[in-house]
């Protein structure tokens, strides 16, 4: 757990406020990446942003977590400015890339021990947590081997345990279980449920959809840069007229839709 004291947070922070609010997001590069979108994501819930490949799904999360610069528009976090205050959100968010990016000359604690430092934690609390968040993952094989030698998937559990290794309130993670094997898959998502359980918030893209359809509260599409539909599985299914259809067959119907309408 972080010390709170630690930590320079605005005082604007409130419980009743959403984990996430974004009004108007823009991004251009050489066309709208993201276009206008408005999306509000509640603590404490499991949501899961899905849309095609070149949707902006990722810019979005990008802008989110404050590494990417918006064109308009503004991003609450919690009650908290991201734009106008960006350390302070980045303080109660964590980001986790589909790409794992981890200092391979170090071990998972010795990892989680630097990554811990850099918050300012006490080392007498981040050790103790540290070594929980890998054991939960299935590292407890690999705690002192170093990660140079680890797999992609090994490395994304690595990674996901830096990033919650300062306990923040909002998580966003891009597709965080490509190349896990089942297994990891399911300690990655049981650690992710733990969270959401104890009043965490997470954000999560993914192409699997059957991850989404079990996991998620409620589930946003993007089509174009912009929210085509959101809701839990039932209010898709009755806003799109199909009673029992999969998630993946109202997907594709709703990415064909806004296709042609594009067109």
Known sequence: MVRNEQLDRPEI????VSALEVRGLTKRFD???VDAL???V???EFYALLGPNGAGKTTT????AGLLKPDAGSVSILGIDALAHPVAAKQIMAWVSDEPMIYDKLTPLEYLEFVAGLWGIDPAISSASAHKLLLS???EPHLHERCERFSKGMRQKVALAGALVHDPRLIILDEPLTGLDALSARHVKGLLQERVRSGCTVIMTTHILEVAERMADRIGVIAAGRLVAEGTLTE??????????????MFIALVD???AAAA
């Open 13 to 16: 922070m409130k419980a009743d």
């Open 31 to 33: 066309r709208p990446a």
């Open 38 to 40: 408005d999306l509000t």
């Open 42 to 44: 509640r603590t404490g």
């Open 61 to 64: 999360l990008r802008m989110v």
């Open 137 to 139: 993952l299935g590292l």
């Open 236 to 249: 898709l299914r009755q806003q799109n007229g199909r009673g029992d259809s999969s998630l993946e067959d």
């Open 257 to 259: 839709t806004n296709a």
